[in-house]
């Protein structure tokens, strides 16, 4: 069965950098776009990052560009999230998921605080 397995999260200060991991299984990883969202309390889900299955292309919400990069490992079955510079407004739960714009499956997530 799919799984997809979040990890990196934490409590950060601001400014400061985290990278998350997402292990997937249970499918052929390097056919699939991945993405990254995440929700705030009391704030809907939103897109954080995407890439296409070979990693060729990516696209970034406008509030994350220059900040966040998303990458893929295919050999890994793994695909990664880098957050630098980071802000209090940042803090939610990040979701990694399975596809581009429709996305079937998701991970269970992983918090990510920011605060001095």
């Known amino acids: 069965q799919v799984q997809l397995v979040e990890s990196g999260g934490g409590l950060v200060q601001p400014g400061g950098s985290l990278r998350l991991s997402c292990a997937a299984s249970?499918?052929?990883?390097?056919?699939?776009?991945m993405s990254w969202y995440r929700q705030a309390p009391g704030k809907e889900r939103e897109l954080v990052a995407r890439i296409t299955n070979t990693g060729g292309s990516t696209n970034y919400a406008d509030s994350m560009k220059g900040r966040f990069t998303i990458s893929r490992d295919n050999a890994k079955n793994t695909v990664y999230l880098q957050m630098d510079s980071l802000k209090p407004e940042d803090t939610a739960v990040y979701y990694c998921?399975?596809?581009?714009?429709?996305?079937?499956?998701w991970g269970q997530g992983t918090q990510v605080t920011v605060s001095a």
């Open positions: 249970g499918f052929t990883f390097s056919r699939y776009a």
């Open positions: 998921t399975r596809g581009w714009g429709v996305n079937d499956y």
